[in-house]
């Protein structure tokens, strides 16, 4: 059974930085894409940043030059580093690891960017 698990989230204050850890397991794959999205209350759930498992990167144009996703050392791992954030970053972060053709999700991380 494939699971996919979020940490990281937390409250933090305009300008702070987070960073958040996803980890997929049950599924071994050369080939995939995880990436992080963002849900905000009451709006849809929108990309932030994805990385294939050859390391190309694409970032939302809000959080270019602010936010930096990189794979871990294990196998199936991702980080999304957040610096500068901004009450507008506040939602639930959601990890999605897609191996070929199959899409699995986290439960989210809730981040409050708030003073």
């Known amino acids: 059974q494939v699971q996919v698990v979020e940490s990281g989230g937390g409250l933090v204050q305009p300008g702070g930085s987070l960073r958040l850890s996803c980890a997929a397991s049950?599924?071994?794959?050369?080939?995939?894409?995880m990436g992080w999205y963002r849900q905000a209350p009451g709006k849809q759930r929108d990309l932030v940043a994805s990385?294939?498992?050859?390391?190309?990167?694409n970032y939302a144009d809000p959080v270019k030059g602010r936010f930096t996703i990189s794979r871990g050392n294990a196998e199936n791992t991702v980080y999304l580093q957040m610096n500068s954030l901004k009450p507008e970053d506040t939602g639930v972060y959601y990890c999605?690891?897609?191996?070929?053709?199959?899409?699995?999700w986290g439960k989210g991380t809730l981040v409050t960017v708030s003073s």
């Open positions: 999605n690891f897609r191996p070929g053709g199959n899409d699995y």
């Open positions: 049950g599924y071994i794959s050369r080939f995939y894409v």
């Open positions: 990385i294939t498992s050859s390391g190309s990167t």
